[in-house]
């Protein structure tokens, strides 16, 4: 190696180098109106190779000093934004010039700190998001979904709803957020604390007055056609307005709803009686396994509210469970006393939008079985595209 190559690779060079990569960086980050845009791209080139050859401090002092700089190039800013983290720090927290295309490049190439300053910064574009989403780092994730700047488009949810299942501090993070869906928020009901389902109940939940009004002629053609057709029959589900299904009291051993409820108080619950009880109240048998065998127990406040049960029968339902109604003191149980307050704080309409929500998303048709049966007959390609909603959310509460 001569001695020109030598002094080029080494990181200290003479007063002239250290001279011209200041007068070079001062130029950089002139405004716009002391340098033209050609020169400052022609400056900003020699600048970069230059930083090849760099001290981290020389580096540092660069990145410090275009900190603010929208002005400056961004494929050396980009080169900054990538070393190391004492180097790239003010550039991600302060600098405005990066687009969603150099942040998400940064996202994929640097470390877990960097990623943390992008999910910390004023502006987080969706593209942006969805690539700190893809990467999954718990605490990194948490301070993007905590940032109200940080725009999280709906493919990002969805990859955070499912971590949510395994990391319940997000919860309480996502329900905060405007861009969740119904959708999403009714599958992460499932896995939610009490003070995040209270909100996800009073937030996402609709009266559907206007849906119902909208489609009412279609359920007498629906009934002209002898409810035959199983994909607007399912449709339906989630619009009619009924609170119980008439025809399943026909054909019921009890005389209501409540006789029912009874038995299973005085019996214990089991599985006919807990089928029988969600035929009476029109859900499917996976519908109604999944709210009686639910840990919180606030589904068991929805499907009284939402059938007409009186409030008087909802401690009757919880003890038919064989769940605690008092404490040692005779005072309320703390978990019985929230499920009470969840049935007083909802409205008969969207107590039936939610269990009828349930309903349609947790349908037998999509349970994980169902799912794998219907992948392997070879279902069509546009139809696994599409994934329906529906069986995104089965998906989602089975852990399928």
């Known amino acids: ?137 718990p605490h990194v994730v948490r301070e993007l979904v905590a940032n109200p700047g940080a725009l999280l488009p709906e493919s990002a949810l969805d990859k955070l709803l499912t971590r949510s299942r395994d990391e319940s501090q997000l919860c309480a993070l996502m329900v905060e957020r405007l861009e969740l869906r119904p959708s999403q928020a009714m599958a992460m009901f499932w ?36 409810w035959a057709d199983p994909v607007a029959r399912k449709a339906l589900q989630l619009i009619e307005r009924r609170q119980r299904n008439r025809e399943a009291l026909e054909r019921s051993p009890f005389d209501s709803l409540e006789s029912a409820i009874n038995s299973a108080a005085m019996e214990g619950m089991n599985a006919e009686l807990a089928q029988e009880i969600g035929y009476l109240c029109g859900i499917k048998p996976v519908t109604i396994a999944k709210i009686l065998s639910d840990n919180g127990g606030e589904g068991l406040a929805v499907l009284c509210k939402a059938t007409g049960v009186k409030r008087d029968f909802l401690p009757v339902l919880w003890a038919s469970l ?39 998303s947790l349908s037998s048709a999509f349970s994980p079985q169902a799912l794998r049966e219907a992948q392997a007959s070879g279902a069509p390609a546009n139809e696994e595209a599409a994934f329906s909603t529906s069986q995104r959310t089965a998906r989602l509460v089975f852990g399928s």
């Open 191 to 226: 896995w939610s604390d009490g003070a995040t389902r209270r909100k996800i109940l009073q937030r996402h939940a609709a009266d559907r007055l206007e849906v119902i009004e909208t489609c009412k002629d279609v359920f007498e053609m629906m009934a002209a056609e002898k």
């Open 322 to 360: 064989r769940r605690p109604l008092e404490i040692d003191n005779d005072e309320m149980h703390p978990q019985f006393a929230i499920v009470a307050e969840t049935y007083e704080i909802l409205t008969v309409a969207k107590a039936q939008t939610t269990l009828r929500y349930w309903n349609w």
């Open 1 to 137: 190696m001569d001695d020109m190559e030598a002094q080029m690779n080494s990181p200290k060079g003479g007063r002239a180098r250290d001279a011209l990569f200041r007068r070079l960086l001062d130029l950089v980050a002139m405004p716009a109106s002391r340098l033209a845009h050609q020169d400052r791209n022609m400056v900003g080139d020699i600048l970069l190779d230059m930083l090849f050859h760099a001290t981290t401090e020389e580096r540092s002092l660069c990145a410090s000093r275009l900190a603010t700089s929208r002005e400056a190039p961004r494929r050396l800013l980009r080169y900054l934004a990538q070393c190391s983290f004492e180097i790239a720090q003010p550039l991600l927290e302060q600098n405005e010039a990066f687009d969603a295309c150099d942040l998400s490049e940064i996202v994929e190439s640097t470390s877990t700190e960097h990623r943390m300053a992008i999910a910390r910064r004023k502006v987080v574009a969706p593209g942006v998001s969805a690539a700190l989403a893809e990467h999954g780092e």
